[in-house]
């Protein structure tokens, strides 16, 4: 078992897969993605993207390959491995039933 | 799980390349610059806000190098490298400190196998876990030849028909076995030499999983009708070192001129299930009487000479078959007992409700040697233990000495980010750096220390010895464990002074306040001091031991006398020829010049042996229960003059008393006091061993008493016969007290008993001053080792309190110069740092002093003739103390007082 990793860098790592779950991505435009689809909200202190793609792959949950980039230069493309699937759905599953719980207790009226 | 273990392993050994880092790094800001310039930003303006977007490059690309599987194992050989750099760069300190610990670490290593070994080991044979001792409660009557290592109710010796009655109806064992030692006579190619054999059961191989190294071993049915079956079975070593490993299957020995076949070779390794015995023939147990002439023990119930080792069954617990066993052992003694002469109530209670059978662990092996080198070996490791924590101290104060002069070094650390927790490893890594160079140079030592150690304990014959000089696993996972902990121990003493993130402003303060609290430092120095008075007592109580136990008088002068026994069996000598062959031995002796005296005895005298009985006084009326064991020798007529045992009342034996004439005995002091009140009063009474009327002696002489087992044990009550008037014959350790240095009529000896018959195998020639430190070898050697500990400590102790003297007195090199300046002299200088040296010391002795009573309270068992609080050895170890502390303290004081006052001053 994975040792249980503390809430904000949980959060990261499934963020990261989640953003890569469709297709490879490199590290830009995960970061891109990441910030567009939270309406800016989430914004991933760029250092610590690549620490956090790095442990990732070490993990053996995604993988990375040298490919072309947009706009045809080399760059290092991110995709899942089929450990990273699992623990993705994984960490979805654990994520909602811990927003669950969360919304359970807010919206209650005492 | 493990495609994540799998993946962790493989970057392990990949990792990852530096640049794809940077390119990826680089890359990222390429493609942020290119999205700002696409917004509009000049090229220069978009790359700098692509810059401070992603923040510090370095940190990030340190950050990922530190997410690598391999990093902790990076970083660790990165404190290894500078702990190696800190080492190297005090390499006085260094080698003083790797030396301390060497030495520690390597005495430790060399005792602690000793232990290991007559201890921990289990016998060299299959699933020794299953092995138990068998040991029996309850009365015994007849004749038991022990071989040592009995307890009250655990008498380890058995009759042959018990074991063949236990080994056949039993259910709880899946094999008994049972051997017995003895010594026999072996003619190989004409030359004769004595021997140690093992008597063993046929089974005794197979159930012990011992495999033929050459031939085969014995099987069940070699446990023939007695005597029928004269086969032997060869010790490995014996064959290697005797034989040369040559085919000997098959081919013929003489063992007490009886031709026996050799049937192979044991297995390398294997020596008898007891341990600590080391025979080096075996032969089966039903060939006793060849081994043993003088005994008959086969069909005798009443013979008690073997001992029993069991396997039990699987899964079967030692008190599950002690229970299983018991009944058996009640019915058998139940049988046996309807054959015992006294058929009274008590002696039925005694011999058969009291009768019970233990069942015992025996994964060791049976050891009557165990029992004999248990104390001296556990007071001994005692020892190490305090050399091993005084070393430990000693480094620790080194290394707080060491670190004073690093606080800079640590300070600017701090000052440049690094954690406490960096620190701390660093620290722990310089000290297990020196840990491990020691331990290292202690293993490398303690192999040959051991080696010399072994030699020196079997000091005379050919080595042979249940120690062997190897280092096995437990040793060795023994000694890193004990390295580990005395490397975190005295690495925390400097980390618990750096380990401190406020040392920066500690530093401003000036050089006060570092190199460890004055208090730790005094504490260091009392316990260095105390440690080793501590070893030096025990050394003084040691030898001063030694030295009584030598100089303790027999009751006989012990110089100028030569021993050596002769069994004339052993050459193949039949029970009626012993006795004449063995005048005939006595007789050539004394013919020799440079002899003054020849005298022989069956009861070996000061060799821890004896040959005691009951006897029946005629006139005599015992008070009831009275169990009065008598010393029995039979000797020959010239043995108490040889030896020179003053007479006190009648006469000495002389030639006229022969095997025809009157049977005669001379009894000591003690025999005459206790049963007739004084010398006198004993001659004429009629002495004998209880319903043996054949053994009927009269007394015609009173001798003084003398010591007899040993020079620790008061004489006992002894009545001595002669040999020549024996029930039976017995081999005899004959005694020459010649004009000249013993050792060189030991020559001539030899050659007149070759000339007398040049199968006659002399056995142990030795003087008697040999015999006696033979004897004592215990004490010796925990006198031997506790000077070299005491030593030791007492040098540790000197370099340990230099090393702190000689730092806090550069220390006080300000406050010196300027009680110069106002006018001290340089003596006064002297004499303020050597008060306070001998303060601490003295405060330290008067604390250990009474702990030193209480610890040697333990050893006082193995002490003779001096007292736990002997003041001279007390007296002593202050004295070296002293000495050693004045020497420590004056080098720096000199050093300091010679200081030139305007200097020390100007210094920081």
Known sequence: MPPPSDLLQGTLDM?????????????????????????DVLQIGQGSLYPALHRLEYKGWIRAQWGASENNRRARYYSLTAAGKKQLEAELENWQRLTGAVNLVLNSSF | MFTELGSRIKFFFAGKKRLEVDEEIRFHLEREAEENMARGMTPEEARRRAAIAFGGKERARE????????????????????????????????????LTLALAIGAN???FSLLDQALMQALPVKNPGELVVLSFAGSSSGHTESHGGNSEGHRHEFSYPMYKDLRDRNSVFSGLIGSAPASAGLTWNDRAEGVSVEMVSGNYFNVLGVQAAAGRLFVASDETAPGSNPVAVLNFDYWKSHLAEAPVTGKTILVNGTPFTILGVAAPGFHSMVWGQLPEIYVPLTMQKTIQPEWDYLNDHKSYWMDIVGRLKPNLSPSQAEAGINTLFTALRTEEFKLLNDQSASAKKAFITNGHLNLEAGARGFSPMRDSVQTPLTIIMGMVLLVI??????????????????????????ALGATSGQVL????????????????????????ALRLLIRWMSSTDNGDHAFSATLDWRVLVFTILATLVASLLFSLAPAAQFWNPKLAEALHQGRGGTGGSLRFRRTCVALQI???????????????????????????????????????ALAGYSAAGVAPVEQRVLDAVAGLPGIRAVGATNDEDLADDGVSGDVLVAGYTPPPNDDYDVELPWVSDGYLQTLGIPLLAGRYFNAGDTATSTKVAIVNQSFANHFFGSAGAALGHHVSRPRRPQTDAMIIGVVQDVKHESVREPPHPTSYTLFAQAERTTGLIYYVRTWQDPDAAAKSIRAAITNLDSKLIMGNLTTMRDEIDMNLMAERTIALLATAFGILATVLAGIGLYGILAYSTAQRTREIGIRMALGARRATVVRLILWEVMVLAGGAILVTIPIAILATRAVRSQLFGVSIADPVVY?????????????AGFVPARRAATVDPARALRTD
């Open chain 1, 15 to 39: 963020l990261i897969l989640k953003s890569i779950a469709l297709r490879a991505e490199h590290g830009w435009a995960i970061s891109q993605r990441i910030q567009q689809i939270s309406n």
């Open chain 2, 63 to 98: 950050e990922c190098r530190e997410q690598r599987p391999s990093w902790t194992l990076e970083s660790l050989w990165r404190d290894l490298r500078y702990g190696l750099r800190g080492l190297g760069r005090n390499p006085m300190f260094t080698a003083v400190a790797v």
């Open chain 2, 109 to 111: 290593t060399t005792i």
């Open chain 2, 389 to 414: 924590l005084m070393a430990v101290v000693n480094v620790a104060s080194l290394l707080l000495v060491r670190a004073a002069t690093r606080a800079r070094e640590f300070s600017v650390r701090y």
């Open chain 2, 425 to 448: 490893r660093q620290l722990l890594a310089e000290g297990t750096l020196l840990g491990l160079a020691g331990a290292a140079i202690g293993l490398a030592l303690a192999p040959e």
């Open chain 2, 530 to 568: 105390g440690f080793s008075l501590l070893l030096i007592v025990a050394a003084g109580l040691f030898v001063r031991t030694i030295s009584n136990l030598r100089n303790v008088n027999a009751g006989f002068p012990t110089d100028h006398l030569l021993a050596f026994n002769l069994n004339p």
């Open chain 2, 875 to 887: 007296g002593a170890g202050i004295a070296i103390i002293c000495l050693v502390a004045g020497l």
